[in-house]
């Protein structure tokens, strides 16, 4: 909440205490007309219902038992018993103007996330994961909390045992091979190992090879990574995400943990031999024949899945980085496999219940039609021909634009239109990705919340010196831009705890629009005196805001558009 409406909801709680000796939280909630002031609570309808007395007769010993007089106009009683509450304009005009930082937490947040495969061009698939953990970490970070950002990128396993062994049949040197090369590598190693049995078997010796330090096969896994990692160091850039080669703790770090964790499982009674793999079955996991389902942590040829690296994950999150909550950026897809490795983690103590961790579940982008979104040949979509059409379509909507510098701006435009698309639909839902509908600057948009920042940045810089501070706002409208502005920290920490960053959209696209009814009716430039000062500090506080909401979105905010 912000300072105003936490102290307000502590004296309604105080009010209902005092005249009925009951302590309710009053759920106080910003007013969705400007009829119905500046906040609005429901107290005097739950306390009526508890105590079986009429609401509005509840309210109105409410209202006379609320002392507010220092805060507020005199409250209202509307309807069956809602009360409301409009600030007074310079206790409101001290909020805008009293913004600070907050206070560092000390707790630690791991967020994993991107996770994108070695030999493998980043897709479609890793854009949400990638913009949403960005996000997610920056908003973590405004907070207070101390974030570690974790890449875990898949570099491990039985393809590249494949993939190693096939560049030995063709008799291609590694070095020779970009990224593109090493994906149709890829493919073609898939589909020998499918068809050859024979090719098969020396693929999974190659992969106890790669596992055992064998130098030779490592030196070329090694060039498989190298290559992938400067790609993707190059498409994050693009995107503005703050993943660098640091963050990258891919499945590889965890090799020499998996037998440990294999013990220790064992050692605590907790894995079961079937059919020659290593299993935990957990109480409540059935899948649908009604039969348990494994957690597979070492498999019957004596290799270990990817369950065995997520567990050994979480033990060196736990006990090396201190983490106390974990978040995992993954697709909706795998939350029963998360929520099989949280529970088989906790009963091995590994995550300890001062400890939280969540899947940060997302939905699909869809192509036209709200199908799967595939190439016309029905391949996957590379992300990078994604940005690439996005910018096209940015620098074409800026055409007749003056100057600015078109280029970088089409740039900041492009990649934050597809960000905040990606952002503003709520993350557990599928969205279409249409980019005429994102590049449009009306409606809630990227390049909509983008102009308004450039359109104040226009009228601050002819309005000369911003450095005062609001002290008047007698108009309505005035008063509904304010009070929005009031509300950006509580709205952040709303997004810090449900790790939703839509909420952050939708408040911004509000902002927004309140700021264009602002200019609408209320003159800046041409004001005077004290109500034009107070209007300029207003727009540099609406500015300031629109900046800082962007950039935890990890959407840039040009100064010209």
């Not at 400007?34 to 209202?63: D, I, K, W």
């Not at 400890?355 to 192509?367: A, D, I, K, N, Q």
């Not at 909509?448 to 450039?454: F, G, N, P, S």
């Not at 300029?536 to 905010?557: F, K, M, Y």
Request: proline letters at 4%; charged letters at 20%; one cysteine or more.
């Amino acid at each position: 909440m912000s300072v105003v409406s936490s102290v307000l909801s502590t004296r309604l709680s105080d009010a209902s205490t005092t005249a009925f000796g009951v302590t309710l939280d009053p759920e106080l909630r910003s007013a969705t007309k400007p009829e119905f002031g500046h906040y609005q609570t429901n107290l005097a309808l739950r306390l009526g219902n508890q105590l079986s007395l009429p609401p509005r007769e509840v309210a109105t010993r409410l209202v006379a038992a609320l002392k507010v007089d220092d805060l507020c106009e005199t409250p209202a009683i509307a309807g069956p018993g809602f009360v409301n509450l409009t600030l007074r304009s310079d206790v409101l005009a001290t909020a805008v103007n009293a913004r600070t930082a907050f206070a560092p937490r000390g707790e630690r947040v791991v967020v994993d996330y991107s996770q994108p495969n070695v030999a493998k061009q980043m897709h479609v698939g890793h854009l949400r994961s990638t913009v949403i953990g960005d996000a997610v970490c920056n908003v973590l970070q405004y907070v207070g909390y101390k974030v570690v950002r974790q890449n875990h990128v898949g570099d491990w396993g039985t393809q590249y045992g494949m993939m190693i062994e096939q560049l030995l049949e063709e008799s291609l040197d590694p070095e020779t091979l970009d990224l593109q090369g090493l994906q149709e590598l890829y493919e073609r190693s898939r589909r020998h190992f499918d068809s050859d049995g024979d090719f098969a078997d020396l693929s999974r010796l190659r992969v106890v090879a790669l596992q055992t330090g064998d130098p030779a096969t490592r030196a070329s896994w090694q060039r498989m990574v190298d290559v992938s990692l400067a790609d993707f160091e190059q498409v994050y850039a693009r995107l503005g995400s703050a993943l660098t080669r640091e963050d990258v703790v891919g499945e590889s770090a965890y090799n020499d943990d998996l037998p440990v964790i294999v013990d220790e499982l064992e050692r605590d009674g907790l894995l079961t031999e079937s059919e020659g793999a290593s299993c935990a079955f957990l109480p409540g996991f059935v899948g649908r024949d009604g039969q348990p389902l494994p957690v597979i942590v070492r498999k019957s040829d004596g290799g270990f899945g990817y369950s065995a690296t997520d567990l050994a994950a979480i033990r060196h999150r736990v006990k090396t980085l201190q983490a106390k909550r974990i978040v995992y950026v993954v697709d909706h897809r795998q939350a029963l496999h998360f929520d099989m490795i949280f529970t088989l983690a906790r009963a091995a103590g590994w995550l300890p219940p001062t400890t939280t961790s969540e899947h940060v579940s997302f939905g699909t982008v869809l192509g036209p039609g709200g199908k799967p979104f595939k190439t016309r040949a029905g391949g996957t979509v590379k992300l990078t021909t994604l940005l690439d059409e996005a910018v096209e379509r940015a620098d074409a909507l800026l055409a007749d634009r003056t100057g600015i510098d078109r280029a970088a701006t089409a740039v900041a435009v492009g990649i934050g239109a597809v960000k905040y698309a990606d952002l503003s639909s709520d993350r557990g839902n599928d969205y279409v990705f249409d980019l005429d509908r994102m590049v449009a600057m009306t409606g809630n948009t990227g390049p909509y919340l983008q102009y308004a920042h450039a359109r104040l940045c226009r009228l601050l810089s002819k309005a000369g010196a911003t450095g005062g501070a609001v002290t008047l706002l007698d108009d309505p409208v005035e008063q509904r831009l304010a009070l929005l502005l009031t509300g950006f920290d509580d709205t952040v920490v709303q997004v810090a705890e449900t790790l939703q960053p839509h909420r952050l959209c939708t408040y911004l696209y509000e902002l927004a629009a309140a700021l264009s009814v602002f200019y609408e009716q209320c003159p800046v430039l041409t004001s005077e005196g004290e109500t034009r000062a107070s209007r300029i500090a207003l727009c540099a506080a609406t500015r300031q805001v629109l900046q800082d909401g962007l950039g935890l979105l990890g959407i840039a905010a040009p100064d010209a558009m």
